[in-house]
């Protein structure tokens, strides 16, 4: 029996400004998850608050080769986490990467827009490409934007509960065995999490705060895919990944931490261990 987990991680890697990368690799070192981090961009900053980033694009044949040498060194991998590829021409190069890995559970968070539309950088043509990823998906992470676009369906601040059934259903066909989608307005809160599990819809309504900080959507991935490698169900996951965002996002405040600087993890993950 192998000592601790291993988990790939196909996502972007920024310098100052814990987002992306820099935020998973601490929670999942102190939850005991061997991190294996694969670049699939290099930015001096992320991109909100910093002005324009020094940018390093990772090309396709880098995230193949990396395949191929773990292949050929006999390296297992548990879970592949699939990230902010940033790059259109990327996604084929990662559906290689997944195929060389049959045995490891995906998980695939498809960041590309919020507030109903795409980011500045993407377009339709982007959110085509990684549409190409959701079979693969054992676990598809989308924000409420990012299911609609995926899933073709107009995006509404409200929703119903017969609406987001279609949106689950028509990405559970398009090939994501589950999905645990964020921000989605219900009830007393406008950034409730929902979980698609057996085609059931569970709502977690979720406390809101004022602010918001970058790096919240990656340190919550960072606990849930965490939690799922050491047993837990995804309920149980998401509810953990929730409770340990909102205590970082509360530190946070507390300190007047400047919202371009990130989430505030360094002081919470003893929360982990």
Do not use: W
Request: overall charge negative.
């Amino acid at each position: 029996m192998k000592p601790v987990k291993k988990v790939a991680l196909l996502h972007d890697l920024c310098g100052v400004g814990k987002a992306a990368m820099t935020n998973m690799l601490p929670v999942l070192s102190v939850m005991g998850i061997e991190a294996c981090p694969i670049p699939t961009m290099l930015l001096s900053t992320h991109t909100g608050g910093y002005g324009k980033p020094a940018v390093a694009r990772i090309s396709p044949e880098y995230i193949k080769g990396c395949a191929d040498h773990y292949c050929e060194q006999n390296v297992k991998f548990d879970m592949i986490f699939i990230g902010y590829l940033g790059n259109e021409e990327l996604a084929e190069s990662v559906l290689y990467f997944v195929s060389c890995f049959p045995e490891a559970m995906v998980v695939f968070d498809p960041i590309m827009g919020d507030h109903g539309k795409y980011y500045s950088n993407f377009d339709t043509s982007y959110g085509e490409a990684l549409k190409k990823l959701i079979p693969c998906a054992d676990l598809l992470l989308p924000n409420l934007t990012e299911s609609c676009l995926l899933a073709g369906y107009p995006y509404a601040k409200e929703l119903s509960r017969k609406d987001l059934k279609k949106i689950c259903e028509t990405l559970h066909n398009l090939g994501a065995k589950q999905l645990i989608i964020t921000s989605v307005p219900d009830g007393r809160s406008e950034k409730s999490i929902l979980l698609f599990e057996q085609g059931m819809i569970t709502m977690l309504e979720t406390t809101q705060l004022s602010a918001e900080f970058h790096g919240t959507g990656d340190a919550f991935d960072g606990v849930l895919i965490a939690s799922i490698l050491k047993g837990y169900s995804l309920k149980e996951s998401m509810i953990e990944a929730h409770r340990f965002v909102y205590a970082c996002m509360e530190e946070s405040l507390k300190m007047e931490y400047e919202e371009r600087e990130g989430l505030m993890i360094e002081k919470n993950l003893y929360m982990l261990v």
